[in-house]
């Protein structure tokens, strides 16, 4: 587990080796594909919904549509929305995403985690 206690569901947008290389690095992650595939194509309230159950704060790319299941999820533990177009889901830009997603953990905004904290992930500095 991570120092900070944050476990990750990554969406499915986001492939297995993101949530390996984070798992090795300490930080508790799983991939919907591979860990949770009955989730595929599953509605965003019930990637939710499974998410506050395993304590997992949820990354996706959904930023258009995961909001109205913030909202109807309002007990979630935390949805760190991640933009394409910032963090492509190329091999340069999954170790971007890699590399912010260790820094929020490192120093996480308050109750992420663990109350419904809502972030947009920036690219590291």
Avoid: Y
Avoid at 81 to 100: D, E, H, N, Y
Wanted: proline share 10%.
């Amino acid at each position: 587990m991570s120092p900070s206690g944050i476990r990750l569901l990554l969406d499915e947008h986001f492939p297995p080796t993101l949530a390996r290389s984070l798992s090795e690095l300490g930080v508790d992650t799983v991939a919907l594909v591979a860990d949770k595939p009955q989730l595929i194509g599953a509605a965003d309230v019930e990637v939710l919904r499974f998410a506050v159950n395993d304590a997992r704060v949820v990354v996706t790319e959904d930023v258009s549509t995961f909001p109205a299941a913030v909202a109807e999820v309002p007990e979630h533990l935390g949805v760190i929305f991640c933009r394409s177009q910032v963090f492509q889901r190329t091999p340069s830009g999954l170790v971007k995403i890699r590399r912010a997603l260790l820094v929020l953990i490192s120093d996480p905004p308050s109750g992420l985690g663990s109350s419904p904290v809502t972030w947009w992930l920036e690219p590291p500095a």
